[in-house]
């Protein structure tokens, strides 16, 4: 079984703040997609990494895949109230293997 | 709008029962899933169809079965209902299902399950 670690369960910052959320596991991943979810919402697919290193820029988004294909990091620089909801990392795994698993997500709350 | 349409949004029920969710996937998507989302246990993954056939399966229980028709929408049928299955059901659609593109997700807005 594949499985997908996020950390920090919950994150609280200021408007402006950088912060870091993180996403590992030990399983190896043909790619891996970040979502943001809002309350009463279906997760939104904000971004695919596919190899091992590759970083992707999205605005104010930073998302890096590991060398190892195995983590995840997400970076947001100058967060803004816009950016709260609960972001969530899905791991492909490729082949024969068709599941998209998801990690328990990052709740984040970015404070005016 | 992420093209895909779940019915119906939210949805009482008494415990014991059996309900049936429905998903319309995006035009030309292929490929379904359900997720069931709870707080504790985040997104779980049951199901997945792709043109028809079930083509992955995940902790789904042997009460709820799914189902792709030919036109593609998908039906969830969750049967002899406890307090335990009250959750949001998401549908989601993507191209194939495989391939490092193919599998990225566009998600219903879910449906609100509560057994009482």
């Known amino acids: 079984t594949q499985l997908l670690e996020q950390s920090p369960q919950f994150l609280s910052i200021q408007e402006g703040e950088n912060l870091t959320v993180y996403c590992n596991s030990s399983?190896?991943?043909?790619?891996l997609q970040w979502y943001r979810q809002e309350p009463g919402e279906g997760p939104v697919l904000l971004v695919t990494v596919v190899t091992g290193g590759e970083v992707k820029k999205l605005k104010r988004l930073t998302f890096q895949f590991g060398d190892a294909r195995k983590d995840s990091s997400l970076h947001i620089t100058a967060a803004q109230p816009g950016d709260t909801g609960l972001y969530l990392c899905a791991g492909y795994g490729g082949g024969s293997n068709y599941k998209l698993t998801f990690g328990k997500g990052t709740l984040l709350t970015v404070n005016p | 709008d992420s093209g895909v349409t779940q019915t119906p949004k939210h949805l009482i029920t008494a415990t014991g029962q059996r309900v049936t969710l429905r998903c319309s996937p995006r035009s030309g998507d292929l490929s379904v899933y359900w997720y069931q989302q709870s707080l504790d246990q985040g997104l779980q993954f049951l199901i997945q169809y792709y043109n028809g056939e079930e083509r992955a399966k995940g902790n789904i229980l042997e009460r709820f079965s799914a189902q792709q028709f030919p036109d593609l929408h998908s039906e969830l049928n969750l049967s002899s209902l406890e307090l335990g299955d009250s959750a949001l059901y998401f549908c989601?659609?993507?191209?194939?299902?495989?391939?490092?593109?193919?599998?990225?997700?566009?998600f219903g807005q879910g449906t609100r399950l509560t057994v009482v």
């Open positions: 399983s190896v991943f043909s790619s």
């Open positions: 989601a659609s993507s191209p194939s299902g495989t391939g490092f593109f193919g599998t990225e997700a566009f």
